[in-house]
């Protein structure tokens, strides 16, 4: 959501598939329980529409990725810390979908340096990521 402050990284998507890598994206679906979450397959950004959530994502019908598809995890954050933890805009979306494809996938949160924090308040149900990118460094997570 580069409208608020979080790093655009949509010039990923061409550079991937010219790469010959399938590309997925994140996902809510209004479920019995009330949405599920995840992230699922798009052949092209023009597919990605803002459904209602902030953030454009997959239609309906798009097929959602497994735990075991996917190898890397882009994870935008208002703030990171060294330790891989995020503060997102606090619904717990990102933290609840992480814990199912931390064991398979890298996560890297993705940030500008002015939104690296020293440290942040860390809960139980929080996910740090691997890796901490921002426009100058990479840092790998000291508690990953």
Not at 7 to 32: E, I, N, Q, T
Not at 44 to 62: K, M
Not at 96 to 110: P, S
């Amino acid at each position: 959501m580069a409208d608020k402050n979080e790093v655009d990284v949509s010039a990923l998507d061409p550079a991937a598939r010219a790469d010959g890598k399938r590309v997925a994206y994140p996902f809510m679906r209004r479920s019995a329980g009330g949405f599920s979450t995840g992230f699922a397959w798009a052949d092209s950004v023009t597919e990605l529409e803002n459904r209602g959530r902030g953030f454009p994502e997959p239609g309906p019908d798009a097929p959602a990725a497994a735990s075991t598809d996917l190898d890397l995890i882009l994870v935008a954050a208002l703030g990171v810390a060294p330790s891989g933890h995020r503060l997102g805009f606090g619904r717990g979306w990102y933290d609840a979908t992480l814990g199912e494809f931390r064991d398979h996938a890298v996560l890297v949160v993705v940030a500008f340096e002015f939104q690296l924090l020293v440290e942040l308040p860390v809960e139980a149900h929080d996910i740090a990521c691997h890796y901490v990118v921002t426009d100058e460094r990479v840092i790998a997570a000291a508690n990953p």
